[in-house]
């Protein structure tokens, strides 16, 4: 999938359900910088939320998620820029981000973000293991 | 399954994860970890795996991460396990409200422990049951008999 595609998708979806005034490319870049520097848990999940949501819009499949903030350390719960996408496709409950890893299986995708760039590729490595496991379904 | 078959898989599998302090328990472990502690809550989500797996003897694809408020770990823990075979997630619930791929479940003594253990073994034991039917209505639509397969 190409990245301008992933970004378009990204954009839309900050613009039309997490944003106003239609802050565009650029606020978006904003947010998901401001997430990882300010150490906002709160706007860490929304940057999960908007791959999410972005994810869902590529593959036109609605999708049960659970993320995780990854963490500096618990005593500061800082998240350090990366996450664990978990996808179910709730219709038939198979795990979609499910891959084969060294040593044994995984469940979830883990992804840096901390920059626009990174969220394109984290919203590029979902849609790819999903379609795969579509596929094989 | 019975209470002390667990409890005894518990306690082998917190000696094969953990390698404890001679004479440590993971009765005594579960009770006293820190809740800022990481590795203990990774100890602790690692001796529940071991012990379901060795109680199947099976594997399974798990995901899990220790749950916290603001400035601590609370206790509990969201689990996923996958069936590697079917790649069923075990842990979805369909609730209409607030449908789930995992199960929160709080693990701060010994009898939150066996209880994970046995909703864990609960929630794989439906899977198989499921897989087992369809086994065998699949055998009877398609005439094979138990002779058929060598049995």
Known sequence: MEKAQILKALVEVYNNEFADDDPGAEGLSETIRQAWQSGDIVLASLVAEIVERAVEFLTDKVLLWHHDVEFDDYETCTPDGFYHFIAVDPATSRCLTFHKETPWYAISCRAEIKDLGQAIDAVAKLVDVITTNLKEG | ?151
């Open chain 2, 1 to 151: 399954m019975e209470r002390e078959k667990i409890l005894q898989a518990l306690e082998e599998a917190f000696v094969e994860v953990v390698d404890p302090d001679e004479g440590e328990t993971f009765a005594e472990f579960v009770a006293d970890w820190n809740y800022d502690d990481e590795p203990a809550a990774a100890w602790v989500a690692e001796t529940i795996i071991g012990a379901v797996e060795n109680l199947t003897g099976r594997k399974f694809a798990w995901y899990w991460e220790p749950l916290h408020d603001d400035f601590n770990l609370t206790g509990e823990f969201a689990f996923v396990i996958v069936d590697p075979e079917t790649r069923e997630c075990l842990t979805f619930t369909e609730d209409e409200k607030s449908p789930s791929c995992a199960i929160v479940t709080s693990i701060t003594n010994i009898d939150e422990a066996v209880a994970a253990v046995e909703c864990f073994l609960s929630l794989i034991e439906k899977e198989g049951g499921r897989n087992e039917e369809t086994a065998k209505a699949r055998r009877r639509i398609l005439g094979i008999s138990a002779r058929d397969r060598g049995q």
